[in-house]
């Protein structure tokens, strides 16, 4: 366990927390194997990790079982709620709105830090997810919100191609303290990003942390996004083939170098991309 060291929020008997405390991210050994598979072997072989606390509690309440890999540093006297054992809204804070926060990012609604607090950001995601599963969206997680968090996440209806051929670098997942909503494909500045499947672009512009980013709409719910271009091919509107190029891969936006980040969504929902791109041979994937 790693102490937080933000004592502004430490208040006695009281749930301490900060985004630092978020303090490893580990990849389980179902993972790894199912990440292998799909790069047929690319993924390098790692001892599976003892689960951690948050891992344990989250596979006993029967929430993605082996595919929980944030560390989450916990100090002070509340019990380790299991999630679903309360009813959980804006202001509550603990153990189990950390689980909360995970739960809803695997299932494709990340809210920004997982930081064990019940703010603003969990409560919109948390509405965004209930929309999307066709539930009350009153932003209050209950008995009906944890039995639908229970479920898998959503998948592509459509195989999807490589926007480049090039290994994976960051995957979906936990991330430091946040949720990584894409996979990161590193590739020298200039490289061509080609469209996954034919579709109609519906943004092509630069959008917040994402720099220059080219959305296409796949039709069925299906939608891919192309971020940190350093220059764009296509306009809004533009009708385009699988394979047709997007744009060059630069480091535009929140990027600490040339790569491209590649998200996939459905129905709104972040998902694994890896779980929608075509599988191919390790040799047809370049090293970035
Ligand atoms: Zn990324």
């Given amino acids: 366990m790693k102490a937080c060291h933000n ?11 900060c985004l630092g405390v978020v303090s490893r991210i580990r990849i389980g050994a179902v993972v790894v194997t199912a990440l292998a598979a799909a790069l047929g072997g690319v993924a390098p072989a790692r001892a599976a990790p003892r689960p951690t606390a948050v891992e344990r509690a989250l596979e006993a309440s029967g929430f993605y079982a082996g595919k929980t890999m944030v560390e989450v540093a916990f100090t002070g006297r509340q019990a380790h ?3 679903g054992a309360r009813t959980l809204r804006i202001g509550a804070h603990g153990f189990d709105v950390a689980e909360l926060e995970l739960a809803l990012a695997w299932q494709g609604f990340p809210s920004g830090g997982i930081d064990g607090r019940f703010g603003p950001e ?11 599963a066709a539930l009350r969206p009153d932003g209050v997680a209950g008995k009906t919100t944890f039995a639908r968090l229970r479920r898998p996440p959503r998948s592509s209806p459509i195989p999807l191609g490589w926007p480049l051929l090039l290994q994976v670098g960051d995957r979906f997942g936990p991330r430091s303290s946040r949720f990584h909503a894409g996979i990161d494909l590193p590739a020298p500045a200039g490289t061509a ?6 579709g109609k672009v519906t943004w092509a512009a630069p959008r917040g942390s994402w720099g220059n980013l080219v959305t296409v709409d ?3 719910g299906v939608r891919t996004m192309y971020a940190h271009l350093a220059a764009i091919d296509v306009k809004v509107g533009d009708w385009v083939a699988g394979g047709t190029v997007l744009g060059r891969v630069g480091s535009t936006g929140d990027a600490t170098g040339p790569h491209l980040h590649f998200e996939v969504r459905v129905d709104g929902a972040a998902i694994d991309p890896l779980q929608a791109l075509v599988r191919l041979p390790a040799a047809d994937l370049q090293p970035g």
């Fill in 7 to 17: 004592d502004s929020l430490a208040r006695p008997g009281v749930f301490r927390h």
């Fill in 81 to 83: 709620r299991p999630l």
């Fill in 122 to 132: 969990l409560r919109s995601a948390l509405i965004r997810f209930q929309r999307a």
């Fill in 193 to 198: 990003v080609t469209a996954s499947a034919a």
């Fill in 218 to 220: 796949h039709g069925r």
